[in-house]
């Protein structure tokens, strides 16, 4: 009797299980069938990047990227739409930005330059020195004072190309561009040039954040990034004559900080309103093209997330809110700001989201979480499967949505397949043609699954 | 004294594995930096695409394609390169495509099509009636022939874009494009438009094999694919005026089988000579664009295994066969003379593998093979792992190396990220600039490496 009554229970939790399942996994396919149909995120972008374009931090155009998402949040009848001022460095391109290399006297050949982001412009008559060719700071640091004082210090680390994942690529090699200047100005150097982050041989110069660091005033010097085919097309004319000579001229400007905003728009949960779930990505982009990967796909897909859920008339148990973080190009400005308020407020975080990776195919997703949260949310996996987004993994790192850490909030990250992103991030050819209005969708169809489970079944 | 030794045993054993285990991990890792640092795969594509073009079966150009593949191969310092003779179906596009809509006399509008492969053309002074939009062959049966009689009909049914695997919705409606002119021209139309198979909107027609079946030859009618965007005006403009006209002018045409080529390149096993492994791709391609994803990727990916083997010094145990199928577009004319000169050899084929997907990133494999084949296949899925290449799936389909189906050879085929395959199949987008370097390069490096293991283990 004990163990017929045993059997039925198992029975029946087990009819009960498999009915939830069979729920969710209806209520993601209609998630999937509603954003591969019907999405607004390629229309969003369409207008972010073709009417309204690179929205640098502290600029015009990021005020109006500002208002042009709180006015489409305001369409999609949420809850509650509002913003956060918070205070963002300026860093100003200015009006031209010229190179060249001076192979005999009265020849010269021009080469495709940017200025990085927080570099120091050149004097208005130019910068011209003789070039060193290192590899590394270990190489730097050995040639020493004497043979760097008075000139050009020109990296020229390429991007490593064996790794899958590009993103490891990246940071095995962006210290280079981001403390380049720092340590070159501390031997003497009188500038540097950084070959661009790009996996790609082509003209585009790839722009990024700089940091003097501690380095006074009076010791800095100008930054610039370099095309790859420029990189290479230097490092082989210093092969033939190591005495020639480089011309920089950039007139780009730090000003003081200036007030900015985080767009934040939500619905209230119906059963745990005070959960709070944040999907997110940073509206500002680089200047050189229109942010479209870089993060206008992670604004869209944030949108779209709700967009989808007012369309399917799907009413969250708990708080979503998406937040457009403003502040310097990865968002952290926009991202402490807001986490300070949170604070403020004793608001709950349980999950944040951030798609920052471009809006390409999505592969799964990354998280920040313990043990047990980690082992919850591999369960979903089976649910990602049929969308071939189910690579789950660990990771650690700053993002615009890190300021949340603590607290048992999970914080998360969409995965992208990465082989392109290198060829767009921080260039012009960061554009709205660069995205694929599918692979855009179907990250946008990814994000709003994984946080209707989360809502659904909490951590 | 009898369990020591088993324990013993199996630390040996367990070294043993463990050791064979990271020596495979290590070559398939020297795979992929050797791919990723020098393939030839990509400039091997440009040549084939931008040198020497759209290749279509039967034509001169696809003898150069044929001469250029043998050269290529013979520069790998293979065992053997040779050619096999494969007679091939022969149809011509001809010299000129036109279409438009006739709103009122007088009054025209032009819209992009192109001629379906295996169409008849129309009069040299083009074909005028009126237009009857249909859906569904079941839509068309239902209209019968009164209404069908002296119209052409527009098959207008859109490519499910809810499938986030797009093969899936292409065999959803290929048989649309296939049999449409066969069963319009039983209900006595006097052409068909097809929409064309192309998830975007956009203005390119796509092209691809139809057939008449068992229609005689002075029933048949001509058949072409209109571009999505013609497609959607088309229709609006039929809604609005359901008797307008529809002008279709084409000079495709088709002519007596020609002589083509296989082309064959080895490495012969060093320890089982007589076990064959087959990598191969269809040189043939449509002539409106390049070919570059169809299929001069699997081309120059099946190229590349072996180029990567004789650069790393690796003997194959197994002898590794690279094969350029000629015929019909899917290659399925020069696969089942390749399987018939096979068999009458007495050729043991281990495995055979097909790259017909496009250059785009790798995800995985799917295979034809029993259910012990498939277990034992399933055990490597770790060693692509760090690739993200480990989606293994069981298939079943024709191909250019179905033919050699049975005897315990095991099919198989690279699967790739689907999203953007349809923004080029068949059309004049299908060029070399639509493919990226590093997703072709991690194409042939997947496919190298799945070799690599099938020439270790056997199956």
């Not at 996994?25 to 149909?37: P, T, V």
């Not at 993002?399 to 397949?417: E, H, M």
Request: charged letters at 20%; proline letters at 3%.
């Amino acid at each position: 009797m004990k163990y017929k009554f045993q059997i039925c229970f198992f029975i029946l939790f087990f009819n009960a299980s498999l009915s939830q399942d069979s729920i969710h996994e209806g209520q993601i396919r209609e998630i999937y069938d509603y954003a591969l149909n019907n999405a607004k995120s390629y229309e969003w972008l369409d207008f972010l990047c073709n009417q309204i374009g690179g929205r640098m931090a502290g600029t015009l155009n990021a005020e109006r990227a500002v208002r042009w998402g709180k006015n489409e949040l305001n369409k999609l009848d949420l809850d509650k739409v509002y913003l956060q001022n918070v205070m963002v460095p300026k860093w100003v391109r200015g009006s031209f930005e010229y190179a060249s290399i001076i192979t005999a006297p009265g020849m010269s050949i021009n080469v495709p330059v940017c200025a990085l982001g927080g570099s120091i412009p050149t004097p208005s008559y130019g910068l011209r020195a003789q070039v060193v060719e290192v590899k590394s700071f270990h190489e730097l640091e050995s040639l020493g004072k004497e043979k760097i004082k008075g000139k050009f210090v020109f990296f020229n680390k390429a991007m490593p190309k064996n790794l899958v994942d590009t993103f490891s690529a990246y940071k095995n090699i962006v210290d280079i561009r981001y403390q380049g200047a720092r340590k070159a100005a501390k031997l003497g150097a009188v500038g540097v040039i950084v070959r661009s982050i790009n996996l790609r041989l082509d003209d585009y110069p790839h722009t990024g954040n700089m940091s003097y660091g501690d380095i006074p005033n009076n010791m800095r010097v100008p930054a610039a990034a370099i095309s790859t085919n420029g990189a290479q097309l230097l490092s082989s004319m210093l092969s033939l004559n190591d005495d020639l000579y480089f011309y920089l001229k950039q007139d780009c400007k730090n000003y003081p900080e200036v007030l900015s905003h985080n767009i934040i728009g939500e619905i209230k949960g119906s059963k745990f309103p005070k959960d709070i779930i944040v999907i997110g990505g940073h509206l500002n982009s680089w200047d050189l093209g229109d942010g479209a990967h870089d993060d206008g796909a992670g604004i869209v897909q944030s949108m779209e997330v709700l967009n989808i859920f007012r369309q399917l008339n799907y009413s969250p148990k708990r708080t979503i809110r998406v937040v457009m973080f403003t502040g310097q190009k990865n968002g952290l400005r926009g991202g402490k700001r807001y986490a300070e308020i949170a604070k403020q407020n004793n608001e709950k975080h349980l999950f944040a989201l951030e798609s920052d990776v471009g809006g390409f195919s999505p592969r799964g997703f990354s998280f920040e979480a313990d043990n047990n949260q980690f082992k919850n949310i591999n369960n979903w996996q089976n649910y990602f499967k049929p969308y071939q987004t189910d690579s789950f993994s660990l990771i650690k790192k700053e993002s615009a949505i890190s300021p949340l850490r603590g607290n048992n909030t999970v914080l998360s990250y969409l995965r992208t397949d990465s082989q392109r992103y290198f060829d767009y991030h921080n260039a012009a050819t960061d554009v709205f043609s660069s995205v694929n209005k599918r692979e855009l969708e179907l990250g946008a169809a990814s994000i709003a699954s994984l946080i209707y489970l989360v809502d659904q079944y909490g951590l």
